[in-house]
């Protein structure tokens, strides 16, 4: 009876151990599982790997490419793939129908995290030592971009789109939508910075009242106003500056003229 009971505990601690073990088990999977489930949803919003200095939290807003063609044509031989760009480079014209010149060159060179073009450096520099003198806040938080960069944003927003059920055409027309397609964005040029917050409430903050006064003195316009949604295609967009030289600067404010505008209006008078 003694062993009979000593054989019948072991048996039920054997039982018991079996149990823990397989209880072990089913909790480990399952943890395994939703490890596996949080992993795949952090990657699903990325789609795809992104530059480093765009992982960092910089918000990347890229200009609208959709509404561009709206208005194609308007400034008659501005626009179309064989548009004739102007020799000064600070000029160049980079839109939905024209897109970044082939032999377009960038040395990229750091301005905090961001790159800019080298040339146009010491201006931009200049800029915000000025702004930080005047106790006005600013920064960048985009600058160059390069046309793979600008693939990887799109793919990663198609993907996006597609894990929400959509083809893969409606996924590329709806991202198309608010991303410029690769070669069409003027951040390509390096002579482009987006300042601050990419937000319309920027608009309304004494860094932007500094700049409508102080841009042009370093060379940079604000490309994209709203008095001007009818040629450039894009929506206003207070953060978004473009350099194109102290003097062109100057004149196209005085003459309220948009890039499109002032390159076509330098065409007429002689300019090449
Ligand atoms: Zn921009």
Request: net charge negative.
């Amino acid at each position: 009876m003694a062993e009979n009971n000593i054989s019948r505990r072991s048996r039920r601690q054997r039982r018991r151990s079996k149990e823990t073990i397989a209880a072990l088990v089913v909790i480990v999977a399952m943890l395994v599982c939703m490890a596996a489930v949080v992993i795949s949803l952090s990657f699903a919003g990325s789609g795809v790997e992104i530059p480093a200095r765009q992982a960092a939290g910089t918000p990347i807003r890229v200009e609208s490419g959709a509404q561009q063609t709206a208005q194609a044509g308007q400034a008659g031989e501005t626009q179309g793939s064989s548009f004739r760009q102007l020799s000064d480079p600070f000029l160049v014209l980079v839109n939905d129908e024209v897109p970044l010149p082939d032999n377009w060159e960038v040395t990229p060179s750091f301005i905090g995290e961001e790159t800019v073009d080298i040339r146009i450096y010491d201006q931009l520099n200049s800029m915000m030592l000025a702004a930080e003198e005047d106790g006005v806040s600013l920064w960048i938080c985009s600058g160059y971009r390069s046309v793979e960069e600008q693939e990887i944003i799109l793919d990663r927003d198609i993907k996006l789109h597609m894990n929400n059920g959509m083809s893969e055409d409606e996924a590329r027309e709806l991202a198309l939508r608010t991303i410029a397609r690769p070669g069409h964005s003027e951040h390509h040029t390096g002579f482009v910075v987006d300042l601050n917050d990419v937000d319309d409430a920027f608009e309304e903050t004494d860094t932007y009242r500094w700049l409508c006064e102080h841009a042009e003195d370093y060379g940079f316009v604000q490309r994209y106003r709203s008095d001007k949604v009818d040629i450039t295609g894009i929506d206003n967009e207070s953060w978004h500056y473009r350099y194109v030289g102290v003097e062109n600067a100057r004149q196209m404010n005085e003459l309220n003229m948009c890039l499109e505008e002032y390159v076509q209006y330098l065409k007429e008078q002689g300019v090449t």
